[in-house]
């Protein structure tokens, strides 16, 4: 865990950098209206990766259920090489 | 989301014992009513003048109204269980690492804790350890996003602030004329915070 008592009190940021510091095939990430964090997700990490796109790119997130979403989420993983986080021990 | 902390645990210096907070979407009305319309009603005995506070003019409510449609920007509040925000952070997903060229980065265009919290500005701050939770956590979804825990941000000009990301091992990348400087979270020192703090 983190030390809790770290004095660390930071005030950052706030600082408008040129968009080409930002990367430019994201658009479709613009104005979406999204139906739950599950999907918000999803949609996020086809838009990082173009490499998912290729492999996933018919998916309709709006005609899978839950349980087949987080199974594409947990195949995306696995391409993407991330692990799920642990919930810290206290 | 099930795959992002939902909690962390916070330093209540007013008993000197830790305790739970939780990290929540920051909507428009959180930051209307908990932030703009409070943060800045100090009470007790102030070392320094708020209007001198780097944030003092953010207008958070603005802020989350303006990129609520945009699915790259994520807004975070700490809130502890009296209902109260002791911090924010504003990241997006979509920056270029400078680091690795051709990579991807989360980059935290602000964070803030609450003035309450804040040791140089009043006497007697109520939490520790709000900052370091909100900068944790975008670090924890640049990871599980694919972008190798990779964080990229602009540092104030001051020296207790950037001594905290360099002991983080925020790698530097610049200085601009005014002092900021610009550091960005390689993926092995993330790791290591990630695995450090029990994430991974």
Known sequence: MPKLNDDFCPVTGGVDLPKSRFRDDMDQLRDVTIGSDLDRHIVQLLALHPKLRVRFRKQDLAALDTPTKKALLADMNDLLGVRPLRKPLR | ?200
Not at chain 2, 7 to 14: A, G, H
Not at chain 2, 36 to 62: Q, S, T, Y
Not at chain 2, 108 to 136: C, F, K, M, T
Request: charged share 25%.
């Open chain 2, 1 to 200: 989301m099930d795959e992002l902390p939902s909690r962390i645990q916070l330093w209540d210096r007013r008993i000197g014992k830790q305790c739970d907070a939780d990290l929540v979407a920051l909507t428009r009305e959180l930051a209307a009513t908990k932030v703009d319309g409070l943060w800045w009603h100090l009470k007790g005995e102030l070392l320094g003048r708020p209007r001198d506070e780097d944030d003092h003019h953010w207008v958070w409510r603005k802020l989350v109204g303006q990129y609520r449609n945009h699915l790259a920007w994520h807004f975070v509040a700490c809130q502890t269980p009296d209902g109260e925000i002791q911090g924010a952070v504003g990241y997006r997903i979509d920056f270029r690492s400078s680091l690795v060229p051709g990579a991807g980065s989360v980059y935290v265009d602000r964070i803030a804790v609450a003035p309450r919290n804040r040791s140089w500005l009043v006497r007697a701050p109520l939490y520790g350890g709000v900052g370091e939770g909100l900068l944790l956590r975008s670090v924890c979804h640049s990871y599980i996003l694919g972008l190798s825990g990779r964080v990229n941000l602009l540092s104030v000009p001051s020296e207790r602030t950037r001594q905290f990301y360099e002991r983080r091992r925020f790698t530097r990348l610049s200085k601009d004329d005014d002092g900021m400087v610009e550091y960005e979270l390689g993926a092995e020192a993330a790791e290591g915070w990630l695995q450090q703090a029990g994430y991974l």
